[in-house]
């Protein structure tokens, strides 16, 4: 099926339907043939075919395209405007050829895109389609984007740009889908995230990447959907911790190196602690699932025994307020050191106080004090 993109609408709509031609006062028709509208310009042959030169007005009587026509084919120069009277794009049809070369323009008059058609006949009608080379600017006249197109379709490579010129993403299109080896790259043209897709889906291995090449994950999708052992890394490239995806979603994570929380479902911190080499490794704090939660200026800082949690807002233009963890009771204090408990280790009760103290030795319990 052929599809026309919306950076076709000049150029399907002058080969439809005739729009109004009665002028109304104060329409601009400077740009209108001389003579008569069925007579010499806007005529048709015997055989209904549309020849030489044809205007088409808005309802109001405004033009909205200037261009010639040969057995209803469009030839030479062809421009389109707006309702209000600016320039929409021009179209140069090329002499024994079926290519045209476009520039759409912005309100401001400043060129958007720049391409090709193909003028073919579709069903019976002729209709242009986006092929070749088509580039996308900005304001400034700088190329952002790099596209290429088959039948209206993007196929082949793509390519875009950050506003100083460096690339910003590139890869491959096939019949309208991205397909192969996609990059995206920083200002500064360093290398932030390879994929590969199939089908419009991605589909093999994906890294996203930080400074220095380091990588911050990297795993596998199938079909657009991840699936596998993914890779979490820390800023100094060791493994952060190992995930596993089960039907698209997160079936198991096992931290590996770095600080790791958890929190009940409450939204309350339930622990943090530190991993390094797959084991707890250093300072551990658990809390109770109690606390209560409490609104106050977003500005105020936290306090210890847990992150605030996303709310408040700006009520009536008031100060923003967020929500707050106060008065959670701690659980556990103490250190592992390879995984297993080593050290002095205190535990608490709901209210907050101690209840016991232990001391261990490398996982061994070597005297208890209640």
């Known amino acids: 099926m052929i599809r ?29 043939p001389d003579g008569q509208p069925g007579d010499d310009f806007n005529v048709t042959d015997a055989n209904g075919f549309k020849q030489g030169r044809w205007i088409r007005v808005y309802p109001d009587g405004q033009l909205y395209y200037s261009g010639s026509f040969l057995d209803s084919k469009p030839v030479n120069h062809f421009t389109f405007f707006r309702e209000n009277g600016r320039v929409l794009s021009e179209v140069d049809h090329l002499e024994g050829s079926d290519l045209a070369e476009a520039t759409l323009y912005r309100e401001d008059g400043s060129p958007s895109h720049r391409g090709q058609y193909r003028t073919v ?3 019976g009608e002729w209709t242009q389609l986006k092929t070749g080379t088509w580039k996308a600017l900005d304001k400034q006249g700088r190329v952002r984007i790099v596209e290429h197109y088959t039948e209206n379709a993007l196929d082949g490579v793509y390519q875009s740009f950050h506003p100083n010129g460096n690339l ?3 890869g491959h299109y096939h019949a309208g889908k991205k397909s192969g080896l996609w990059k995206g790259y920083d200002r500064e043209g360093t290398a932030r995230t390879e994929e590969i897709w199939r089908e ?9 990447m930080q400074d220095k090449g380091v990588p911050l994950s990297r795993g596998n999708y199938d079909n657009g959907v991840p699936i596998g052992e993914w890779t ?20 198991s994570e096992q931290p590996q190196n770095g600080e790791f929380e958890a929190t009940y479902p409450s939204g309350r911190p339930e622990w943090v602690g530190r991993y390094a080499h797959g084991n707890l490794d250093g300072p551990f704090t658990s809390w109770h699932d109690l606390g209560e939660w409490v609104m106050v200026p977003a500005e105020a800082g936290a306090p210890a025994g847990g992150p605030p949690m996303p709310g408040g807002g700006r009520p009536g233009g008031e100060t923003p307020m967020r929500q707050e963890l106060r008065n959670q009771p701690m659980k556990e204090l103490g250190e592992y050191t390879a995984g297993v408990k080593d ?10 106080e101690r209840i016991r103290t232990e001391r261990w030795t490398l996982g061994r319990l070597t005297a208890t004090e209640e």
């Open 232 to 251: 979490l890394y820390n800023p100094n490239g060791k493994v952060r911790s190992l995930i596993t995806y089960e039907g698209g979603r997160v079936a």
């Open 168 to 170: 910003l993403e590139e």
């Open 121 to 123: 006949k579709v069903d």
């Open 200 to 208: 419009g889906e991605r589909h093999g291995e994906a890294v996203v």
């Open 4 to 32: 026309v993109s919306t950076f076709h609408l000049a150029a399907a709509l002058f080969l439809g339907a005739p729009l109004a031609l009665s002028a109304q006062p104060g329409t601009n028709t400077t740009q209108w």
């Open 343 to 352: 050290g002095t280790w205190r535990y608490f009760n709901e209210q907050g």
